[in-house]
């Protein structure tokens, strides 16, 4: 059994409280020798910043390269708001992304039937909805140059962003996509808005020169970015990938992620470069927010949290059947109506975030585990 070693990035908010679950989780898969993980902890965005005036450091950063993946809670909060912007806690977040390489973000939209009440949108337009959107994390106008806000005189300001792509980051990120649509139905939408900007032409381009060439079994359209955020609420089950930019897929996996009635239950998974079939590195964190305001009241939902940790052994540590084991353990739970205050109704039964974590290590023993 290979060692491997997990860096966890509990953060700020409801972060350290989410991510407690999955440690024990990983105390008990390696108490009964079925895994061995080596946990590593770190500090990363406000809590980072409280004790070392940065949102990341250096120090971390080598840490995390040197891990097989890492595993964090949630950044951010109003106690942060005022600082400069490149010292917020969001920057410990970006900085990591970047150095490490992880150009292709993964959110999973999926309606759990227990929970098909929570979603604004018809039960039959959710139900069954299994979307992947996969987002490019590292170019864009989230990193393009220049930027900034310059000062123009007479009490008038001026900001600038740049939103640039080159081939090699369309590619590579597509390349991820189409081979996900491989083990899917074969089916991806890219999404661009070619018909307004010179980067989302190219962006068109490239994707369909790639699909024509290496992937033709694949079943490939496109989509302009504002017709597929309508598509997305009129008919979110006609998609099965979506692959798109840093900024438009920023907006669409949040609308996406809300057709399932709750940030609280979301993964998602930031990947790197594949080498020998493996993914080189991966940082795993649940969609939703730090929620300070529920912080340390043991009511946060550490389910998206505990499919953060299930989506690295499926992707980074290759365990198919674990990862499996561990979802249908969550399914299971809410099945027998047990809910965290974010997802309560009339007819559920109330649990905090550590009888969540608790009752979902008892189905993982049930299931085989």
Known sequence: MDKKKILILAGDGVGPEAVNEVKKIINYLNNEKLVDFEIEEDLVGGACIDKCKLPI???????????????????GGPKWDNLPFDRRPEQG?????????LFANLRPAISFDPLIHASSLKSEIIKGLDILIVRELTGGVYFGEPRGIEDLGNGK??????QVYSTDEIIRVSKVAFELAKKR?????????????????????????????????????HMYADNCAMQLIR??????IILTDNLFGDLLSDAAAMLTGSLGM?????????????????????????????????IANPIATILSFS???????????????????????????????????????????????????????????
Do not use: C
Request: charged residues 30%; positive net charge; glycine residues 8%.
């Open 57 to 75: 450091q250096d120090t971390t950063i080598e840490k995390a390269k040197n891990a097989d993946a890492v595993l964090l809670g949630a950044v």
């Open 93 to 101: 977040l970006l900085k990591l992304r970047s150095d490490l390489k």
């Open 157 to 162: 300001r001026k900001g600038l962003n740049t």
């Open 185 to 221: 139905k074969k089916i991806l939408t890219s999404v661009e808005k070619s018909n307004v900007m010179e980067s989302g032409k190219l962006w068109r381009e490239e994707v369909e020169k790639l699909g024509k060439e290496e992937y033709s079994d694949i079943d490939l359209n």
């Open 235 to 240: 008919n979110p089950k006609q998609f099965d």
């Open 266 to 298: 979301l993964p998602s998974a930031s990947l790197g470069e594949i080498n020998n079939g493996k993914y080189t590195s991966g940082l795993y964190e649940p969609v939703h927010g730090s929620a300070p305001d529920i912080a340390g009241k043991n």
């Open 311 to 369: 989506m690295m052994i499926f992707y980074s540590f290759n365990n198919q059947k674990l990862s499996q084991i561990i979802d249908n353990s969550v399914k299971n739970v809410l099945d027998k109506g047990f809910r965290t205050q974010d997802i309560m109704d009339e007819k559920s039964k109330k649990v905090g975030t550590n009888k969540m974590g608790d009752l979902i290590i008892e189905e993982i023993k049930k299931n085989g585990y």
